[in-house]
């Protein structure tokens, strides 16, 4: 019964039963769903296209599954979803199975209980880009290659090459340099450097090159400039400059570790024990493979000129096996007493968690009072806010006394109690996040009025913002004025009377207002509506929201 709820109906409910909770957040979820949605319109499955401009920053594979995802559930903000929150629950599945083979299977339930609720994972999980995908296949890679180097299994290391093969059609190079470099420096690290060769398979090269080769060939061969572009500009000037992104700084992705872990996370305070660390973690070379997993991702992303937050992701299967550990032997000897010092310190930190969530959650009905669209700040919940806050509210509360009091009673179910108000907690949160976020963050709440004030037959122009959701959600073509972005390389390889037509400069987009005297718009923002507005003051505001505005353009 234990392992149906930890491996089966706690996932299922928050990754699968609640993925239609929010809509696609701009622009990363709604980008991931236009373009299968392009692919299944087109039938072209080898370059990827996105308001039918070339798109080959990334492989196909997560597009694929998503195209077969809406052909099977309809193109919805689920079945965009779906492949995604399935490698979340993969992820969980492995870390089971390596706590299991490490140790005991009551290690891996404790593993995969504490990454099924752990915020980062659980986030990333539920959203349509490609990093928990990358996570699961780089990590299949690596734990599929360490058990090849354990066993001497042939079959072993042809699923390796294949893991790493899916991982390299999910997100390029990366996901054969991370399963190959974490392999590679724990052999070295454990004296174990001879076997290095062994991780070369000429069949498992073979099998390899036959998924990947066939999409490399073919997109190669529709565009010209492809290998240049995805291995080149793609991978390592990404890697070793600073062309997709902001500086960030050396400690960019500590916050991002610790918040990733709660809310479980300070509960290892009362279980920490310094003799844990030598008692309870695995055997020594593997205690290494998982610092080595750590280490090697980590340091990478840290000297890459491009940081992400999503790029830390497999770093959460290593901290939640041996997280797991400390939980499991605290719970095996459960300890009467804890220094007067350690209680103080452990309770301080629950409290304090809850009460800063508890103010987050209380803050947007106040700060809405305040919203002023003129000065830039715009908070939107609903009058529902008070009802969707209500069990996070209630899970908080019961963080800071509800696993200590079962403790005491019963001397058991101290991790399980945890286990599921941080399952309570997470699942509930996503009701007001959705109330917060969707008003400004997501193109579906323009939806219905587009497809009430704007004549099918007319173009919508997205003024100097490039909203991807509004053409998945509404099934239209959208021209863009000056919010090119990741398309501009793209673009330049349309047909030049295509690219007139809906990629416009501002001049070009007001001169076509002055000829037309009759368009359609759609903005955000108050001072992007004031340009507007300021040039024809006729200008008919059809609906908006405070940050979207839908406009009719009248001279």
């Known amino acids: 019964m234990q392992k149906k709820y930890i491996l089966f109906l706690i996932p299922f409910i928050l ?42 920053e990334k492989p196909p594979l997560v597009y694929w599954a998503t195209a077969m995802s809406f052909k099977v559930f309809g193109e919805n903000d689920f079945s965009a979803r779906l492949f995604v929150a399935l490698c979340a629950w993969g992820c969980i599945l492995l870390a089971y199975f390596m706590g299991g083979h490490f140790r005991d299977e ?12 752990s915020t980062f994972p659980f986030i990333l999980g539920r959203i349509n880009i490609l990093d928990t995908p990358l996570t699961f296949f780089v990590s299949l890679s690596a734990w599929l290659g360490y058990l090849a180097l354990q066993k001497q299994k042939k079959y072993l290391f042809y699923l390796f090459y294949f893991a790493c093969a899916l991982g390299f059609l999910t997100k390029g190079i990366i996901g054969v340099v991370f399963p190959f470099g974490i392999l590679v420096v724990w052999l070295v690290w454990v004296g174990k450097w001879r076997q290095i060769w062994n991780l070369f398979s000429p069949i498992g090269i073979i099998i390899f090159l036959i998924v990947v080769c066939p999409w490399l060939i073919l997109a190669q061969k529709e565009n010209s400039d ?17 062309m997709h992104g902001k500086t960030e700084p050396f400690y960019f992705y500590l916050p991002i570790l610790i918040g990733g872990l709660t809310p479980w996370l300070f509960y290892l305070i009362k279980a920490w024990k310094n003799k844990y660390i030598k008692e309870s973690l695995f055997r020594e070379d593997e205690n290494k493979l998982l610092i080595v997993w750590f280490l090697v991702i980590f340091v990478f992303y840290q ?14 299967i290593p901290l939640a096996l041996f997280a797991a550990c400390i939980f499991k032997k605290y719970e095996e000897e459960m300890p009467a007493e804890q220094s007067k010092s350690r209680k103080i310190i452990y309770r301080a930190a629950i409290i304090s968690q809850s009460l800063i969530i508890f103010i987050a959650l209380l803050l947007p009905p106040i700060l809405n009072k305040y919203s002023d669209a003129e000065k830039g700040l715009v908070v939107m919940v609903s009058d529902k806010w008070w009802l969707y806050i209500t069990m996070p509210l209630i899970s908080l509360v019961l963080m800071t006394f509800l696993p200590d009091l079962i403790q005491r009673k019963f001397k058991k179910g101290w991790f399980l109690t945890i286990y599921f108000i941080c399952a309570i907690l997470l699942g509930g949160i996503l009701f007001p996040l959705n109330d917060f976020l969707s008003p400004y963050r997501s193109a579906k709440v323009t939806k219905d009025a587009i497809a009430l004030h704007v004549p099918a037959d007319r173009d919508l122009y997205q003024y100097k913002v490039n909203f991807y959701g509004i053409d998945f959600y509404n099934k239209i073509r959208t021209p863009i004025v000056e919010d090119f972005g990741e398309l501009s390389d793209g673009m330049v390889k349309m047909p030049p009377v295509e690219r007139k037509r809906y990629f416009l400069l501002a001049d070009e987009f007001f001169k076509l207002c002055e000829e037309k005297k009759n368009v359609y718009c759609i ?9 507007i507005t300021q040039r024809f003051p006729q200008t008919e505001i059809l609906w908006d929201n405070k940050a979207f505005y839908l406009l009719h353009i009248k001279n």
Do not use: C
């Open 226 to 242: 492809f290998l240049w572009f995805f291995f080149v500009r793609e991978h390592f000037l990404r890697f070793t400059t600073k």
């Open 303 to 316: 000297i890459s000129s491009s940081k992400l937050a999503p790029y830390v992701a497999p770093l959460f």
């Open 523 to 531: 903005t955000q923002h108050n001072k992007k509506l004031k340009q």
């Open 106 to 117: 009551k290690t891996g339930l404790y593993a995969a209980m504490l990454l099924t609720v």
């Open 15 to 56: 990754y699968i039963g609640l993925l239609s909770v929010m809509p696609q957040m701009e622009p990363d979820e709604a980008r991931y769903s236009l373009i299968p949605s392009a692919m299944n319109q087109s039938g072209n499955y080898v370059t990827p296209h996105i308001k039918n401009v070339i798109y080959l």
